[in-house]
Antibody, heavy 121, light 106 residues
Framework: QVQLRESGPGLVKPSETLSLVCTVS????????WSWIRQPPGKGLEWLGF???????NYNPSLESRISMSVDRPNNRFSLRLTSVTAADTAIYYC???????????????WGQGTLVTVSS | VLTQPPSVSVAPGKTARVTCEGD??????VHWYQHIPGQAPVVVIY???DRPSGIPERFSGSKSGTAATLIISRVEAGDEADYYC???????????FGGGTKLTVL
């Protein structure tokens, strides 16, 4: 079955750029939508954005000035970039797949295990 | 905005109900996730009432007006987790999660 795994630096300095990659295995990235979600310590889930395999992104308006996503089809992976990070961006970052079905947007499934990113000098 | 109670406590074998309230619930389909800390979130109910394969029949969903409810029957210790509701807000073109509910099995 499809599995997702997040990777990237666990520590980022304030004002720098957070970059994460989600590698998809067990299935193709083609034809699907892919999303990023985060969970700050002690808080709930926050949707960051999603991107179609062909590259059309949709971002959370609260982050739109700092966020970008891209797809690397040959390597079956997609990426997240978040610029000008602060301590408030410290969180566990998850990637997930979602599907647009006849009934509408399906749930996020599956999810990666998540990766903790700490913003600190 | 989706509002969930911060916590729900239930004795083993009893029924737990986790609510999710918001105006968007009326017109949008609700998905529910179980999140055990340290693990990947898992969808337990989708499109308001559907249950994925592999999820026990003890998990069910309902919706009425502005409130959706996740119902867990015959609660077990292994059900202890955080539960989140989620909708696609088609007016704003964004996904919204509820604040999450911590289910404690007494």
């Amino acid at each position: 079955q499809v599995q997702l795994r997040e990777s990237g630096p666990g520590l980022v300095k304030p004002s720098e750029t957070l970059s994460l990659v989600c590698t998809v295995s067990g299935g193709s990235i083609d034809g699907k939508y892919w999303s990023w979600i985060r969970q700050p310590p002690g808080k709930g889930l926050e949707w960051l954005g999603f991107i179609f395999y062909s590259g059309s992104p949709n971002y959370n308006p609260s982050l739109e000035s700092r966020i970008s996503m891209s797809v690397d089809r040959p390597n079956n992976r997609f990426s997240l970039r978040l610029t000008s990070v602060t301590a408030a961006d410290t969180a566990i970052y998850y990637c997930a797949r979602l599907a647009l079905e006849k009934r509408g947007w399906g749930p996020f499934a599956p999810w990666g295990q998540g990766t903790l990113v700490t913003v600190s000098s | 905005v989706l509002t969930q109670p911060p916590s729900v406590s239930v004795a083993p074998g009893k029924t737990a109900r986790v609510t999710c309230e918001g105006d968007t619930v009326i017109s949008e389909r609700v998905h529910w996730y179980q999140h055990i800390p340290g693990q990947a979130p898992v969808v337990v109910i989708y499109y308001d009432t559907d249950r994925p394969s592999g999820i026990p029949e003890r998990f069910s969903g309902s919706k009425s007006g502005t409130a959706a409810t996740l119902i867990i029957s015959r609660v077990e210790a292994g059900d202890e987790a955080d539960y989140y509701c989620q909708v696609w807000d088609s007016d704003s073109d964004l996904w919204v999660f509820g604040g999450g509910t911590k289910l404690t099995v007494l």
